[in-house]
């Protein structure tokens, strides 16, 4: 596939808007593979709605071969070292989860808004994941379209330059950061809930690359047929630096600056 990159433009959006959507990042084919595998995996018959009895089935961190291919195609490559910087970024080995979203009228029971959180502290192993100003152990929150995705097929749902509004709730927690669950407590979601909303629609192959900070949720799948999405993080090689005597800051730290006034 090619390798090229994203535009200024592109570039530019991400840190306003909170990510950008690659088409065709990684090839269709490829996405029908994936799509085999997790059918074999759920069980189910694709032939048969009979058996979509679950609104939502997540399977495991797929590491199959179609998946890390689709991870590491040099268009994708080179979008990484653009949004997070050359060599700063940790190459993935897997998918990661794949939450399949099936038509169903029961509720899927996981489609707040919220952040994705990346640890826990040393002595808290449970609960909500944790986040800090710096991003720890995330440098940027993914969205793998393995299906052709349309507006009542359970879209990711994007709140525009909501990550903007993150950082300066982070800033006080210092490197330690604060619970995802407290973050929520003191009213983030609330304080973007007028923001303008996307939906993270596109075709099989196409890649959403979104800020570690920006509010997403899921929703009840309304359409026909099943969505299959993965939700990886890509990993940082190092950790993100919010100020560089050089001003080399990457797109996702020239973001986090931003919502901190810098």
């Given at each position: ?29 490829v ?58 970024w ?45 991003s720890?152990?995330?440098?940027l ?9 349309g ?95 050089d ?16």
């Open positions: 596939m090619s390798s090229r990159g994203l535009s200024v433009t592109q570039v530019k959006e991400f840190v306003d808007n909170g990510f950008v959507r690659v088409d065709e990042a990684f090839p269709a084919d996405a029908a593979e994936c799509r085999a595998i997790c059918w074999q995996e759920t069980g189910c018959d694709p032939d048969d709605s009979a058996t979509w009895t679950e609104p939502v089935i997540r399977l495991g961190s797929c590491a199959q071969e179609p998946f890390r291919t689709a991870a590491n195609t040099p268009r994708l490559l080179r979008a990484f070292d653009q949004l997070v910087g050359s060599g700063r940790i190459p993935r080995t897997s998918i990661g989860s794949i939450p399949i979203r099936f038509p169903n009228p029961r509720s899927p029971g996981d489609d707040g808004w919220h952040i994705d959180g990346s640890y826990h502290p040393e002595e808290q192993k449970s609960g909500p994941p944790w986040v800090n100003v710096r720890r152990g995330r440098a929150l993914m969205l793998f379209l393995f299906s052709d995705t507006e009542n097929d359970a879209p990711t749902r994007i709140r525009v330059g909501s990550h903007l509004d993150v950082p300066s709730r982070l800033e006080a927690a210092g490197e330690d950061g604060m619970s995802t669950g407290d973050l929520a407590a003191a009213g983030l979601f609330e304080v973007t809930a007028d923001l303008p909303q996307v939906l993270a629609t596109g075709e099989a192959g196409d890649v959403y690359l979104c800020h570690p900070f920006l509010v997403h949720a899921a929703q009840p799948h309304r359409g026909m047929s099943p969505r299959f999405l993965a939700q990886p993080p890509l990993y940082p090689a190092e950790p993100y630096r919010l100020e560089r005597p001003g080399r800051y990457s797109p996702v730290e020239l973001a986090i600056r931003c919502g901190l006034g810098k």
